[in-house]
């Protein structure tokens, strides 16, 4: 039988750290602009996709540039960076190329419904609404908040990935590295999730009221994820 | 989902209770049988796994029908996302820990986060979905059950060091994530509409697990433990078998099928 | 690895990743996948019944990550059980991939159309026919160009995950990126190309969409002729952008040379990412000095 208390005792620090990589991924998708369906009818403002799918496009896509680098180098701050990196120019990028449909396709401008200025730019934003939408297209403010949305998840599932690879193991380098991804991929969805659930599907950034409601998502997500943590580190260490 | 949540339950021909039977008790005793068997019979009995993991997501599709009717403020697949997110968690840690009890223990576990999740859900964020907390321990359950399924299909058992050298390094539990995770999700997803019915439902269901089968089938020519044929070829039968029942059930049920055709004409004063 | 090399293949890389991008969109503008579906499924409900592929596969990101994830699986087993040669089994592996697809697609028009019975939506067999084809063969093109970036980034690059779970993970981001930015231009614009250019699309008219074409009903297959002149398009772009501008910052700042050359790497990506925001800026202003207002401004600024 395994030592459990031991293996935790052990790994206390990568508990931590993956229980806060899972905080920092539930609060990420708060800042992630996502109108769902009617974004994608240009009716709502932020990008015409589900928040769990866009942020774990773009969390996955952080993990995928974190996993190279933690290939290379041990330095958690590089590591957690280059996350952060990947992640933000995935979602960057899809922002971007979004704005362009949105503008030249559709033929609207970029614009708040929740908010009468955008806080940056103090651009006018009402006025800019067309008749019985919610907004549409991704005004500045929804932009940076992507970024910053995209940049904590990859963080957040660095430093998950991070953690679960560095936990103290009898396993081999491919075992553990196969592991350690799908755990890292599993607690990514959930942690994905859970925050949709709170905002209700839809969100237009850190300027949007529903922002608040981000408490009672980090509150499940922590108790989530510190459950699984305890659960991968006692199934990667007791190996 | 626009169209989806009628926010009131959906009428069941099976009671869920059955299906939650039928799911545990078809999916545990599959992954055992499917390991003592193979050990001490043939490996061709490997398939049963595929079995297990069918029963676990008929189960699964039922328990995500009964939830996403309710209508959850995102898209229905989020809900699976969650389930086998939390799945392959559970079932890593109770096989990584339990050994021969391994099976029982990831599924107690899955059970006790989807339970938690689910209670979170309800009392923290306030979702307010009266069966949200049973739903998340069966989808989770559900989820953790098909994905040792699906394992024990690919190397015969369902012992650690075997599914982590044949398909975890290997990366082919991605596979096992996302085969396992549409047939318990797509089949709701895919009868969206007023006029679903369960029985349609959970026969689109079994035709998904069937694909999910296959694939542990192919998956199962790189191991020892595992004989593919059988896998392959019984999941190919239930796939046409399920696939003919759900084109019965679907002209049973449509306003009309028809080969080539214009538009339905206008009736009863409609504009 | 020689910096030459790392460029090259990142190319190939980019380029293979712009036509997965590009063939995803229009897979899901034939079968009407993700968020626009909304609006197909409706309309019967607002007594407009059609002939437009109603399919959904649990959102776009899980069912590209599907095709990543079978495709990726059957090419590894190919590869360790026989010893195939890597570009026919991606090849079978794609073929796979599709045609799994294709019984996905089936089974989610007939469903969907089968659950609107009361709104008298028909199930037309000749539109199965016709499109579901048409989607395997994109299915099969977007599984060819992410498996051959998954396996450039295992083989070449030396990526410590697995093919099948780089192929998996690769869907997932082809399809948020697909639903995030072509699926627009199909859900608001050719969706609703009987409102004017640019007025917006008013909730009132939701489901009210367009369902005849230039000759006779319109259907999927139209919907993707139209979609392929903008949305494929920049959908192959911004994957082919995001695949490219992740592994170009780290070919060009090596960080196994070193923690400053990391370092460098991410401070390159955070460059590009302020550089997108400057550009967003810009289309942000241009659109509002040339459309204008919608409204009036009655309240002093």
Known sequence: MIDIAGILIDNILFVALITLGGVLISWSVHFVPVGGAPAAMAQATGIGTGTVQLAAGAGLTGLVTAGAMINVTDSLPLILA???????????????VGTWVYTYGVGVPPASAKVDYDPITKDRQDIYVSQGTEGHGLPTVSFVSGVIGGGLGGIGGAMVYYSLVNITTGLSATNLMGLASIFAVGIFFVNAVIPSYNIGGTIEGFHDPKFKRWPKAVITSFIVTFMCSIVGVIAIGGL | MSAGGSGGGAPEAIPQN?????????????????????AYVSTAFSFIGGLAAICA?????AAVRRVASYGLGTGVPSIGMLALGMGVVASMFGLAVGGIAGPIIALLSAAIIGLVIGVLANRVIGMGLPIME???TEIASAGCLTILGLSASMTGTFLFDAVLNNVVATGYIAVIFIAGGLAILHPFNANLGPDEKQDRTLMTAVEKGAIAMIIAGIVSITTDGAASAPTILIGLFIWYMAFEQYRKYVDRDAYDVVGVGLLPTEEEGSE | MEPLMGMGVLAIIGAAATIAGASEDLESDVGSQSNPNSQVQLAPQMNYPHR??????????????MLGAVGGTVTSVLMNAYGLSVVFAIAAGALVAALIHGTYCTSAYMGRSASQKRFRQPIYLDIIRSHVPVMMGFAYITTFCIL??????????????????????????????????????????????????????????????VRKAESGLRNGIDNSWFCAKFGGPVTGIAFGMTVFLSGWITAVFDPSTGTTAGWLSVIAGAIIVLALIIWNRRIEVAARNTYGPYKEDEVEA
Request: glycine share 12%; no cysteine; aromatic share 10%.
């Open chain 1, 82 to 96: 280059s996350g952060a990196v990947g992640a933000m120019i995935m979602i960057s990028v899809t922002m971007i």
């Open chain 3, 52 to 65: 437009i592929f109603n399919k959904a596969i649990s959102g776009e990101p899980p069912s590209n990550a």
């Open chain 2, 57 to 61: 997501i008929v189960w699964g599709a």
């Open chain 3, 148 to 209: 051959v970036v998954s396996y450039l980034m295992t083989a070449v690059l030396a990526h410590p995950f697995p093919l099948p779970l780089l192929a998996f993970i690769w869907g997932i981001t082809v399809g948020a990126i697909g639903s995030s930015t072509g699926d627009v231009h199909y859900g608001a614009e050719r969706e609703f190309q009987n409102v004017e250019f640019g007025s917006g699309l008013n909730a009132a008219n939701s489901g009210n969409i």
């Open chain 2, 18 to 38: 059955k299906l939650i039977a039928f799911g545990v008790i078809a999916g545990l005793v599959g992954v055992y049988l499917s390991h003592y068997l193979v």
């Open chain 2, 134 to 136: 049973q739903s998340m």
